[in-house]
């Protein structure tokens, strides 16, 4: 089957690729779609240390195809979004409602995959730049199957980490004032979590002024293309800034644009042993700095409730999808997603 597969020099569509069945509490889906998420190239690049060879795409939705024994929640035929949490659903974090936090979901990555006979490893437990895939059966949310799939695909990365930083990690309230540095496919998300939580002023900025329309479209009530011009806007600062690049420059300036009592929320990813810097003083007026994975979701009730959202009309996927690529023309999928020309890049199959 058809894959794209890292080997840590290169990328490269394959089609020799072969994926175990399910196990005990598995499930195996037919991946129809696929959207190209930052971290798949910063697994490329060296930011996020992944071992190799690896199936690459962790942002995904399709068909069951099999499910394994003990897998009740779904079965083959069944529209699924997948999630990257293999969370346990056992331990004290997932028995707290927190499966973000689960540690079995964390620095272990299977292989399921096999290529020439050798091992091939997945990435963030999904690897959706792949025909087929199997994940645990707590990783397949069913959906309607009217939700394209490509639109389907980004709720399980995009949309759970951008909508969930908003409404799980900084709960933001009615009324309150947001801003998002950058507006790629994770700020646009932000955007639009914000204007769910009814934000009253969400000041979008990034560099490049061509995004203004869609930040607006998404929900921005302001676009800046730096963020010297913030406090024009929030003369006080801003109650939640989110940083959504991942430069340790743009984490010190949403700490600073903080109001009293502001949060400042991380989801940008740096190298892993970069350091950022703030002014210790600047937080004594109840100010935070918040870390957050995947958007502190709980994947099977988030992905129903965004995808139902959606159906309603009040939640943005269609927007965010750019383009469609076949998984063949990854790299010109690729070249685009690097150089900013979509929002979302999407691989189909």
Sequence with gaps: MRAVVFDGKRTEVVDDLEVRDPGPGEVRVAVRAAGLCHSDLSVVDGTIPFPVPVVLGHEGAGVVEAVGAGVAHVAPGDHVALSTLANCGTCAECDRG????CRQAIGRPGRPFTRGGRPVYQFAADSAFAERTVVKAVQAVRIPADVPMPSA???????LTGVGAVLNRARVDRGESVLVIG???IGLNVIQGARLAGALTIVAVDANPAKEAVARRFGATHFLTSARDVREILPSGADHAFECVGRVELIRQAVDLLDRHGQAVLLGVPPATAEASFQV???YLDKSILGCRYGSSRPQR????YAELYRAGRLLLDELVTET??????????ADA???RVARAVLTF
């Design 153 to 159: 695909a980004l709720i399980g990365c995009g949309v």
């Design 281 to 283: 003083s600047s937080l």
């Design 302 to 305: 988030d992905i129903a409730l």
């Design 98 to 101: 927190r499966p973000t936090m």
């Design 338 to 340: 690097e150089a900013g």
């Design 183 to 185: 507006t790629g496919g």
């Design 325 to 334: 690529y076949p998984v063949e023309d990854f790299d010109r999928a690729r």
